[in-house]
């Protein structure tokens, strides 16, 4: 079966970093565009970064743009998302999931990790 495991998450003060990472199994991990996406209590799920297949495609949310980094091994099957300068605003679950496009629309990926929880405070 497809499988997708988020690691990485944790508590963070303001301004700080961390790098989530994303590893699968169960799949064709090449053939994929890749999705880092965040979801608040009570708030729907929202993209935070696409990538795909070969790399040479990435978005961002305008919101996270030029503080966070998508990049993918794919010999590795591994996904990584890194954020710096870290706002309480960041705060969520961070899942991965995998896509058909490089999006940052979380209809568009069907294919859903368990979630990270990042925690952005003081």
């Known amino acids: 079966q497809v499988q997708l495991v988020e690691s990485g998450g944790g508590w963070v003060q303001p301004g700080g970093s961390l790098r989530l990472s994303c590893a699968a199994s169960?799949?064709?991990?090449?053939?994929?565009?890749l999705g880092w996406f965040r979801q608040a209590p009570g708030k729907e799920r929202e993209g935070v970064s696409c990538i795909s297949v070969s790399g040479g495609v990435r978005h961002y949310a305008d919101s996270v743009q030029g503080r966070f980094t998508i990049s993918r091994d794919n010999a590795k099957s591994t996904l990584w998302l890194q954020m710096n300068s870290l706002k309480p605003e960041d705060t969520a679950v961070y899942y991965c999931?995998?896509?058909?496009?490089?999006?940052?629309?979380?209809?568009?990926?069907?294919?859903w990790g368990q979630g990270t929880q990042v925690t952005v405070a003081s």
């Open positions: 999931a995998t896509g058909f496009r490089c999006t940052i629309v979380p209809e568009d990926f069907d294919s």
């Open positions: 169960g799949f064709t991990w090449d053939a994929y565009a």
